[in-house]
């Protein structure tokens, strides 16, 4: 956490007082973007006049209205409750009058669409000299469009990181407790670096034994826990019908970034998604800029295993033990 906090205090350039800065913060549901800037927060909040976190800006503003989420953020920022604003033009002047002359610290979390941004009509020049707005989403395309300074990409844990965090979860200390350390490797593989995975696993697999590790882990395998499913699901819901199919259809059949006809020719999956009538060139780029899948340098389609397997529990829901009613076979 410590040398992730110290990249994205160097992106935010803590130090240049005279220019207000913006900076997304981008990665797969369920990786740590949140967490990481909870830290941050914590740290670099008190060098601020005024300072506001606002949780969940999607669900915010889809139950509540923009005009909430600027009530919200003019109440913290200002420790100031019962804020009246009866419109968003209202709410606007408030936040260009109130914050102009204040170094302000501003988190929006889970920003899901541009138009939370703009009805929020939170802008740059509203704010004192040395501010900062931080950004979480899962889509760049978002943050590129309301024109962030910087984009920090939250990676997926490496090897020695994800060890460490498990054996905080599970064993409550920085070392594998002996006779586990096969089993806490196979559990490492199943998460593949993914934090929120190794912690539900974490805390799942706690004060159990090897044996019941084996069993726990091979009914996940079949059974996906429904906690990690439900935070990767928020992404798929969040797309349009025709990049569902793209995305299912890359599950089923592409995942190893090439597909092979009876010729035994190479055909790229664009060129069979095209066929297919999905429009690929673009519903692909959505699906890299929603953190759904990326490319390695060989141009081969590559996904977390985990959101592979949430779209094979997607094609399966209606009816698990009946293939013949699923909507794709692999």
């Not at 601020?48 to 889809?62: E, Q």
């Not at 501010?131 to 309301?146: A, E, P, V």
Request: hydrophobic content about 40%; overall charge positive.
């Amino acid at each position: 956490m410590d040398s992730r906090v110290k990249q994205l205090e160097e992106l935010l350039d803590l130090s240049t007082n005279d220019v207000v800065r913006v900076v997304g913060i981008w990665g797969m549901s369920g990786v740590g973007k949140t967490t990481l800037v909870t830290a941050l927060f914590g740290k670099i909040s008190p060098q601020y006049d005024a300072r506001c976190f606002i949780d969940d800006l999607n669900k915010k503003c889809g139950n509540f209205g923009a005009i909430s989420a600027q009530k919200q953020l003019l109440s913290l920022a200002l420790h100031q409750g019962n804020m009246e604003i009866h419109n968003l033009s209202h709410g606007t002047m408030l936040i260009r009058t109130r914050l102009c002359h204040l170094k302000t610290l501003i988190v929006l979390d889970n920003v899901d669409q541009v138009e939370q941004l703009e009805n929020l009509a939170l802008h740059r020049e509203y704010l004192g000299e040395g501010s900062r707005i931080i950004i979480i989403s899962t889509n760049m395309h978002i943050l590129r469009n309301y024109g962030v300074d910087g984009v920090y990409n939250v990676q997926l844990l490496k090897k020695d990181k994800a060890l460490q965090l498990l054996c905080k979860k599970v064993f409550k200390s920085d070392d594998i407790e002996k006779g586990y350390e096969e089993v806490t490797y196979d559990v490492l593989k199943y998460a593949n670096g993914l934090p929120l995975a190794i912690k539900v696993l974490g805390s799942f697999l706690f004060d159990r034994d090897v044996f019941e590790w084996r069993s726990a882990l091979t009914r996940m395998k079949e059974n996906p826990s429904k906690d990690i499913m439900d935070v990767l699901r928020i992404s798929f819901d969040g797309l349009e019908t025709m990049e569902k199919e793209i995305f299912l259809d890359i599950v089923c059949f592409f995942l190893s970034g090439q597909f092979q006809d009876y010729d035994r020719r190479s055909i790229p999956p664009e060129k069979i998604l095209g066929y297919r009538g999905f429009y690929p060139k673009i519903g692909m780029k959505v699906l890299v800029e929603k953190s759904l899948i990326s490319f390695d340098r060989y141009s081969n389609i590559q996904m977390h295993d985990l959101l592979k397997e949430l779209g094979k529990i997607i094609v399966r829901e209606k009816a698990p033990k009946q293939p013949r009613k699923w909507s794709r076979l692999w």
